[in-house]
């Protein structure tokens, strides 16, 4: 298509470029052309004087046969509809009993090139390792990917150990939380993703990380290698046990397993010293959101003859209709 243009040396042609772009004046249907020397920036219009003032001075107003620009489609123009998805590195998680699931997965493809493999999830989030069964849709089989979040590295293995982006939000206001110097111990840390933004961002002293899955520890060790974060601690075990071994060390316990928590509140507040808080991950109704994990929180305290007070408490996500994933921090003397 012909199109008037500015036709602009090849040096000046980006803050040209930039300055058009400005002026609301490049027209974005047709595509950047150049020959060796120059520069052909296709118009919406030619300038006006005023305008035309503001244009990088050793340009000359042209015309050029421009090629027709191809809008790259998203993935409501290709559906027609906005799915849900998740992304971990380079695998994007839908819905299996979403519609058409071939179809989404084919246009995630298309429209996120870094993205390899579509997966959709058969089970929910089950068993004491809380891990799910996934189904290849489209793309490389692989339920492994390294994710980037918060500038650290995660290997991940979606089929043998949790992890979910959801919670990164949450991981940020965690380790704001957190100081130089502190001792941290996650009782539930999975393939690191508490520990390792901890120990890398917020100069703690050390990180005890401990969980039961033998894979969440594979990959925590090799999560530890791949961020440098060599002040953390992994260990392969049950926390209510390997909570004895650290007795009154912790500034900070961070309890993420929201489901049962409650049954390790005894070794959390074995591990805290005075003046710590405990972060407690809960899932709770939402016409009682809070007291009565406050009310556990507080009796397990008791029977270790210490004294809580709730400094924060907050909706983390909804978790199903009416329950919500909340946490509450409490500190512990
Ligand atoms: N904190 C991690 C995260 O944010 O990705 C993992 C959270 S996941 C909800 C809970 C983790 O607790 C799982 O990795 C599971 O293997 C681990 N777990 C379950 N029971 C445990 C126990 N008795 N002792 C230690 N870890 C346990």
Known sequence: ??????????????PTRCTLIELELLDHSAKIASDAQCLYLPLIRVPEAPEFEQIPEGVE????????????????????LMPHYEVIGDIALIEI???????????????????????????????????????LIAGVETTETIHREHGCLYAVDLAKAYFTP?????????????????VVVDMFAGVGPYSILIAKKAGPKKVIAIDKNPDAIRLLRR????????????????????AQRFAGIADHVIMNLPHSAHEFLDAAVGLVRNG????????TPEDD??????????DAAARAGRVVE?????????????????????LVE
């Open 1 to 14: 298509m012909r199109k008037p243009c500015i036709k602009v040396p090849k040096i000046n042609g980006e």
């Open 61 to 80: 107003i042209s015309e050029f046969e421009f090629k027709v620009q191809q809008k790259k489609p998203t993935l409501e123009d290709l559906l027609g």
């Open 97 to 135: 009993d979403e519609m058409e699931a071939e179809k989404i997965a084919d246009a995630l493809l298309k429209v996120h090139p870094h993205i390899t493999t579509v997966l959709g999830a058969v089970t929910p989030v089950t068993g004491e390792y809380r891990i799910r069964e996934f189904r």
């Open 166 to 182: 959801r919670l990164g939000t949450e991981r940020f206001r965690v380790l704001s939380r957190i100081k130089p110097g502190d």
């Open 223 to 242: 999560n530890i290698d791949l961020n440098s974060a060599d002040n953390v601690e992994a260990i392969e075990g049950d926390a209510n046990e390997e």
């Open 276 to 283: 710590g808080i405990i972060h407690y991950y809960g899932i």
């Open 289 to 298: 959101l809070y007291d009565s994990s406050s009310g556990l929180i507080r």
């Open 310 to 330: 709730v400094v924060d408490k907050r909706i983390v996500r909804s978790y199903a209709p009416h329950q919500y994933n909340v946490c509450i921090e409490v």
